[in-house]
Each structure stands twice: as structure tokens, then as C-alpha cells.
């Protein structure tokens, strides 16, 4: 089963809010997910993001593949990097 991190659509219309889940790569963009992982909110000023950093590097060492908007996103907050070290250190 090939599982993805990646952004579920929440919020009102033409006011996004996103929630970075997990969730099989097969189900639709707003279906069945694994787990809630954190938040996005692109609306204020700077974009705010809020994402649990233990379920992030878990899901990322069982394989889980992050889309392209999500690892900015992951960059951005620096959990990326802390998996790129943890890989080095092994």
C-alpha cells in the first residue's frame, strides 16, 4: 500500500485551511485518511503551520512519500532536515 503525506481541504469556500495527513495514496483528496498529522494556513500573514513532529518523522521512516506542497512545508518547519540527519546517522 503506498502511503502519502499530503494536504486535505478544509475550510470555507474561497478561504482555504488545510490539515497534512496520511493517508493511501489511492483515496480522493478530501476521503479516508490514516492520521491527522498538523495544519496549514496559508490566509494569515506569515502562513501559519503547526505539524506534530514525531508522527511526521515516524510516517517518513515507514515510507511514507510527502507530496510536493507538503515537503516545502516540511522544510519550511525543518523536519526534513532532522530526517535527512537521522538516515545519515544510521
Do not use: C, H
Not at 510527502?66 to 540527519?85: C, H, M, N, W, Y
Amino acid at each position: 500500500m503506498a502511503v502519502k503525506i499530503r494536504l486535505k481541504r478544509t475550510g470555507m469556500k474561497k478561504a482555504p485551511s488545510y490539515r497534512v495527513v496520511v493517508a493511501d495514496a489511492r483515496s480522493p483528496r478530501d476521503g479516508r485518511i490514516i492520521e491527522n498529522i498538523g495544519w496549514y494556513n496559508p490566509r494569515v500573514e506569515p502562513s501559519a503551520i503547526n505539524i506534530n513532529e514525531e508522527k511526521a518523522l515516524g510516517w517518513l521512516k515507514n515510507g511514507a512519500q510527502p507530496t510536493e506542497s507538503v515537503e516545502i512545508l516540511l522544510k519550511r518547519v525543518g523536519i526534513l532536515d532532522r530526517f535527512a540527519q537521522t538516515k545519515s546517522a544510521e
